[in-house]
């Protein structure tokens, strides 16, 4: 079964390099290799046609990370899509590690990423070592959003099914991870399969005061008011989550911040 790595990028000229070459560096694969350049004033498509002329480049207007995914989804020709941010990068083994559960019958399959955050000069994990989660996971992502879209596999029937990634610049991939969970089972890979590196240019750094959490949690609450599997508890546990992040955004830099502090309250 092919696959296809879908590396949506803006402006991240250089980065971009890194995640290809990982990219097309898996042992025992030949992923299919789409770049989306979104809207990008840096000469990106010129820098990747120059040292990967095979490379797929499709251009957007910027529409951010989810709906460019998208597009490269519609271009590609894998029957297993597969994504990398171009601020992320793969280790040798993670296409062979994800190809084998999905081989299993698994439409999503996952593993964990390794972050090394730049601003506070630390690393962490996604998930965090104890909490993985395999198999029924729709409980466990109302609480949290423990996978990064880098570290993920979805057979293209799964990602058709539930019509791709939203909107948003950050949360768009937690509700395409709530919608594969209200139909599939995931597989988990328990070992480190891909390279983040949290910088000041990140997505994950927040820019208008944690607004970008505001209205992430806000999208999330919609899905979970329409899902038949959410209960009572967890849009009370959400309704919390956006009392908390309206009450204490200011003092966030990064999700991880964010996410640290709901930890101590115990709303994670």
Known sequence: MQVSCIIP???RRDMVITAIESALAQ????PEVLVVDDGSSDGTERSILRRFPKVKIISTPGL???LARNEGAVAAKGGVLMFLDSD???LPFHVK?????VQKGFHVAYGVTMTRDLLLQKEFFIPERGEEVSGDCFKSLTRWCFMVPSSVAVTRRAFEDVGGFGQGKIGEDWVFFLKLSCRYSFGFVPKVISHRILHRGSLCCLQNGGVEIQEALRRIMEFLQTSDKAMPEDLHRMEKMQLFASEGRQG????QE??????MQGLV
């Open 252 to 255: 966030w830099r990064t999700v």
């Open 9 to 11: 990028t803006r402006n």
């Open 88 to 90: 992320d990068r793969w």
């Open 97 to 101: 590690s994800l190809m084998q559960l």
């Open 258 to 263: 964010w996410y640290t502090s709901m930890k």
């Open 27 to 30: 042992d025992g694969y030949q």
């Open 64 to 66: 951010g990370p989810g």
